[in-house]
């Protein structure tokens, strides 16, 4: 007999079930921080690859992820959530074990993107089943607590990763993830096993996300390859410029005339939704960016471990997960413009204090403001989610989080690619500039590298062998000069965006119904999924 969907999962097993699923979600997420700090590792191992290489791995896999989300909608309607569940899961152990056993950078992204459409589909869908199964009176708790595990990744799942790269290899990254989809597959399918299925027969829009997945991917290969391809002088990259600029007109017309579109355009119309939508896509760009550029730096010109360089982030942990747990009820008595701009204004403030970072492995000057970030990081997505969803009402509210969700996972694997840009630019910028201070001795603290340089010299170095460990130290200073700039841009970007945010209208608490409120529930966590 099926059961139907009005007869939740209780006691031990809802416990199970959330243990599970939440275990799942941090997973899924942990994918694209944890590998971040392995592409050092990974760049290394695969055939034919150069440094910079290893990132196409995160940020396509960043644009599986977002097209996932899309895809995730008609799968749960066509063939019922909890089978779609378990599916995308068993896809998604397979996929990491495709992952795992890669030997060329081509097959290893082909395999990363079809990756991240299967972790598409698990997050939209597994915690719209899991919340339907919490009774109503907790099910702004479970909200919460979804949100708490949400974060996690960024912290938590960095270390991990470079963890299991110091220890066991970059590899075992993607075979931790088998056990864990497995065990969410089968406890999924036995707790949720003969739910009725109500199946909805919307005409899936092939053609619109056919077009988005090709402007998506062909805009981040402009931004992987860019620096290494020299930009518009490489065919590659012209040709996939070329194909963006004609397919991007091309799906704004298809989506306006499409009746369930991959994309609806029309909620930007809604003044709220695209102000949030603006400085979330935007903030995204730069924190995304950031982080993924700051912890592979760490490694390369901080000399830090992978597991220390993973600790730095677990300070992220001490102000964020409190700050997670409140954020929900101050949403519903503060105007969210006010929070939005403050939590800005705190983020240019980190930025900042980061971006003065002048003493090389001191992890004491990292750890500090990495704390704070952490606080902003938490009071990011709620605030723009309340934001983005007020004056939507209805099927428009979930199409408007799945939208929101998708179009800022995007922008993240953007940031990735456009901060090594400012990286690999301003640089050479420095070093020329150190190098002519240095030469001129035009000031007293130069003075010491020509000192450093006879010392060692007197120490048994030759002359070339004491140029080139100064020049060393030159490049090291102007690698963290250049992630400075990095820094003090983002912090003016927030600053820039702390200003934009009252373009939207002021918000006020509502009241909702029951089946209101759990749909508002269902499309806030959904646009909090980093």
């Known amino acids: 007999m099926p059961r139907g969907d009005s007869q939740p999962v209780s006691g031990w097993r809802f416990l199970l079930l959330n243990i599970v699923l939440g275990l799942g979600n941090v997973v899924v997420l942990s994918n694209v921080p944890g590998y971040t700090i392995v592409a050092p590792y990974a760049a290394a191992n695969l055939q034919g690859v150069t440094p910079s290489f290893g990132t196409w791995a995160t940020t396509d896999h960043m644009v599986g992820l977002a097209l996932g989300f899309p895809l995730a909608r008609w799968v749960a309607g066509r063939f019922g959530r909890h089978r779609a569940l378990v599916v995308a ?69 960095i270390f991990i990763g470079g963890w299991w790269a110091e220890h066991f290899g970059w590899r075992y990254l993607f075979y931790s993830n088998i056990p864990v989809a497995l065990l969410a597959a089968g406890v999924a399918g036995s707790l949720l096993y003969g739910r009725e299925i109500r199946p909805r027969f ?4 092939f053609v619109g996300f056919f077009l988005l997945a090709v402007v998506f991917l062909g805009s981040q290969t402009i931004f992987n390859m860019g620096n290494d391809f020299d930009w518009l002088h490489s065919p590659i990259v012209l040709g996939a410029l070329v194909v963006v600029v004609l397919a ?63 600790g730095v982030y677990l300070w992220m942990l001490l102000l964020s997960a409190p700050s997670a747990a409140i954020v929900h009820e101050l949403c519903k008595q503060i105007d969210v413009r006010l929070i939005c701009c403050m939590n800005f ?14 003493k090389a492995a001191s992890f ?20 723009l989610a309340n934001l983005a969803m007020f004056g939507l009402q ?75 460990q100064v020049g060393r130290f030159l490049r090291q200073q102007a690698g963290l000069l250049a ?9 003016v970007v927030f600053a820039g965006l702390s200003v934009v945010v009252w373009l939207a209208r002021a918000t006020h608490p509502l009241r909702l119904t029951a089946a209101q409120e759990l749909k508002q529930l269902t499309a806030e966590e959904l646009m909090e999924q980093p």
């Open 202 to 205: 919307h005409r899936f829009d």
């Open 364 to 383: 004491d000057q990292i750890a500090w403001p990495m704390t704070f970030f952490g606080f902003s990081l938490a009071m990011f997505f709620t605030p």
């Open 345 to 358: 204004i705190g983020f240019a403030a980190t930025l900042t204090w980061l971006g003065m970072f002048d």
């Open 248 to 310: 991007l007109p091309c799906f704004v017309i298809w989506e306006l005339g499409e009746r369930h579109p991959a994309i609806d355009v029309r909620l930007f119309t809604h003044r709220n939704y695209a102000v949030a939508t603006v400085c979330s896509v935007v903030g995204f760009l730069v924190i995304q960016g950031l982080l993924s550029l700051f912890i592979v730096q760490m490694q390369v010109l901080l000399g830090y471990s992978s597991s220390l360089a993973g």
């Open 89 to 157: 899961y068993l896809l998604y152990a397979v996929l990491s074990f495709i992952c795992a056993m890669s030997e060329t950078i081509y097959f290893f992204v082909a395999a990363r993107i079809l990756l991240g459409l299967a972790g598409g589909v698990i997050l939209p869908i597994g915690q719209t089943v899991l919340l339907n199964e919490y009774p109503e009176k907790l099910r702004t708790f479970g909200v919460g607590i979804w949100g708490m595990l949400g974060m996690m990744p960024f912290m938590v799942g």
């Open 394 to 468: 209805g099927a428009q509210l979930i199409r408007a989080a799945e939208e929101f969700a998708l179009l800022r996972t995007v922008a993240g694997g953007f940031g990735i690619a456009l901060q090594g840009v400012v990286l690999f630019r301003r640089t050479p910028q420095h070093v020329l500039a150190l190098s002519d201070q240095f030469d001129g001795r035009r000031f007293a603290e130069l003075d010491q590298m020509t000192q450093l340089s006879d010392r060692l010299q007197a120490s048994g170095f030759t002359q070339a062998m004491a140029s080139s």
């Open 483 to 491: 992630l400075n700039d990095a820094f003090l841009l983002g912090a």
